[in-house]
């Protein structure tokens, strides 16, 4: 997970739930939409796959604004890493959206947080090379750890021979070869996230869904009308 955001490519999937929101999962009863679900069982699977696709993408979008609203933000790297997708199964068959950290690639606004963030007096630690903490250490519990520095970190990193953990307490910077970690309970906002936007994001499933099978069965009447003439 510690990957460069600027790399490309990586997802890290601590994720939303067809969803799924980090380890836990939420199901959506899909009800009112009948005659949508008749006319979409009439489709190739080819149409079938795209409709699913749209809809789960688009049910997905309202979870994700509210995890960034709800990080915690300090820099703001992890906010500007939350990203999402629709993952596909079983050769297609299952597709579920999936709210997490992007592990590779970047964009305009994460880079520019993550230059401020380099260049702020005193910030160690991930942060102070730019680098979005693991969206798991934050938002689930962690044990009590020992952390160790890297030493072929130190002089590139910090240029300190005293270590290169850094961190800043009481206005004071502190650097250490190794530091006890006390654990931390998690800020649980991913599955936050999830409880408040259940019934907004099957709302936009039922949108978009009927949108796209209506769409999907006026295409399939054009292509017939011109295969006929």
């Not at 490309?8 to 679900?37: I, N, Y």
């Not at 409709?51 to 993408?57: A, F, I, L």
């Not at 999402?84 to 992007?102: F, P, T």
């Not at 693991?134 to 160790?148: G, M, N």
Request: with cysteine.
């Amino acid at each position: 997970m510690g990957r460069n955001p600027k790399q490309r490519g990586g997802f890290d999937p601590v994720g939303l739930g067809g969803a799924k929101f980090g380890k836990e999962q939420l199901t959506f009863r899909l009800d009112g939409v009948k005659e949508s679900q008749r006319a979409f069982l009439a489709l190739d699977d080819k149409l079938k796959r795209s409709v699913t696709r749209k809809s789960v993408n688009a049910s997905v979008r309202p979870a994700v604004k509210m995890v960034r609203k709800l990080t915690p933000r300090n820099t703001g790297l992890l906010r500007r890493s939350i990203t999402h997708r629709v993952k596909s199964y079983r050769k297609g068959g299952i597709l579920v959206g999936v709210v997490g950290q992007r592990t590779g690639g970047s964009t305009k606004a994460f880079e520019k947080a993550a230059e401020k963030a380099k260049g702020a007096a005193g910030r160690g630690g991930l942060s102070g090379r730019g680098v979005a903490p693991p969206l798991h250490l934050v938002d689930q519990p962690v044990e009590a750890h020992t952390i160790k520095h890297s030493q072929a970190e130190l002089s590139a990193f910090t240029g300190k021979e005293q270590g290169s953990l850094v961190w800043k307490q009481s206005g004071r910077v502190n650097y250490a070869q190794e530091v006890d970690h006390p654990g931390t309970s998690g800020k649980r906002f991913m599955i936050k996230a999830a409880i408040l936007t259940r019934n907004q994001c099957l709302a936009e499933f039922k949108k978009k869904f009927n949108a796209e099978v209506t769409a999907a069965v006026l295409k399939v009447a054009r292509k017939s009308a011109g295969g006929a003439k």
